[in-house]
């Protein structure tokens, strides 16, 4: 937040504001390098897409701070009307800073056409309300409690946008709880264990469920590089016998080597499991890694580098185009090269594409594509 803060160009007292303006062609040759996720269609078209992303703050003291965000965009396209669309967010938060303990309250409702499911690899109208709040209690100079609990409403309306109607099943209900306690154990280490617990209540009520997951984690932060590592042992149990359970370890791994901040290498390792529309697959289990590298070339150019791999199992065998039985795997593969040139401190302008592949034993999902990207930055 303060780094938030600092951007802020409009300042008046206790209010701040900071505001960007994008404009981003967008050329859909099947892929898209933003959400790293596979293309909506296999039409082939152009056309822009235009966001305003807003943030205020209001600081009437060290100890209090109200905050704003609204992320409205609208998505243009010469030839397919049925995309051409406005997707909002607006979220609001309060924070209070007491010299032991940080307190959020926030809430938040959004209506977008996004892609947020890989499985189904389309965009998708997803509608969104939530609230909750989160906190931190500093017991000693080496020991805190992080905790949260929030709800939220996710709503797949049924229309004529989406891609398959298999989506509205995902509509549901979420409680969720965490809480963990982090103790700096050594100079540069951090270790911590916690629980989370997740009840979903969906529309379809042979989906419901809860997650519990156990974990321990350690960051240990160094002048040049960083290490963050959590593993935990997750269950979620259906309240019917229709979807199968899960029981298993998932977790993650991830390390950044910055050296003089002249280059920037992130890594990532994880195991986690996702939701799935798949016949009587409630959930699969993804395993991926990535790597990405940020090079800079002189003071305004950075250029990325990214490549993913990863695989996804299914846990019940479904029938294939052959009429045979079998579990469906699919393998990942992403790689993408991109670019951001700082024209000016106010205006920068970017370039990437990217390539996906899909290969999967059930060949009716197995895919491949590319999209090239440009944007362009105002922040006022």
Do not use: C
């Amino acid at each position: 937040m303060l780094a938030e803060l600092e951007k802020a160009r409009f300042h008046i007292g206790p209010f701040y504001l900071l505001s960007e303006l994008e404009l981003n062609p967008l050329f859909d040759l099947g892929y898209d390098l933003n959400l790293l996720m596979p293309a909506t269609s296999e039409k082939r078209d152009w056309g822009i897409a235009v966001g305003a992303p807003l943030k205020a703050f209001f600081v009437p003291s060290k100890k209090f701070v109200m905050t704003a965000d609204a992320r409205p965009v609208y998505r243009w396209y010469l030839h397919n009307e049925e995309n051409r669309d406005l997707s909002w967010a607006y979220r609001g938060d309060i924070h209070f800073l007491f010299n032991h303990l940080y307190l959020n309250f926030h809430a938040e409702i959004a209506d977008q056409r996004l892609r947020d499911r890989l499985e189904l690899n389309n965009l998708v109208d997803r509608e969104t309300v939530s609230w909750g709040s989160a906190g931190e209690l500093t017991l000693s100079s080496r020991t805190n409690i992080n905790f949260s609990a929030a709800y939220r409403d996710i709503e797949y309306p049924d229309t004529s946008n989406q891609p398959d109607e298999s989506i509205t099943q995902l509509s549901r209900e979420e409680t969720s709880f965490h809480g963990a306690i982090r103790h700096h154990t050594f100079p540069t280490t951090w270790l911590r264990s916690g629980i989370d617990v997740t009840d979903y209540q969906f529309d379809s009520t042979a989906r419901d469920s809860q997650r519990r997951e156990v974990f321990i984690g350690a960051t240990r932060d160094r002048a040049i590089h960083d290490l963050d590592i959590q593993i935990g042992y997750l269950e979620q149990t259906h309240d019917t016998p229709d979807f199968e359970d899960f029981g298993g370890i998932v977790g993650t791994v991830q390390w950044s080597y910055h050296p003089r901040r002249r280059l920037d290498v992130r890594t990532l390792v994880e195991r986690q499991l996702e939701f799935s529309t798949f016949g009587a697959n409630s959930h699969y289990v993804l395993d991926r890694v990535q790597l990405i590298t940020v090079v800079p070339l002189g003071q305004r150019l950075k250029v990325d580098l990214q490549g993913q791999v990863g695989r996804a199992r299914y846990p019940m065998a479904e029938a294939m185009e052959d009429g045979t039985f079998a579990r469906r795997t699919d393998d990942l593969l992403f790689a993408a090269i991109g670019g951001i040139y700082q024209i000016t401190r106010q205006f920068g302008a970017g370039f990437g594409v990217g390539y996906f592949e899909r290969n999967s034993n059930f060949e009716q999902f197995s895919e491949d594509g590319i999209q090239l990207l440009l944007r362009l930055s105002l922040r006022p």
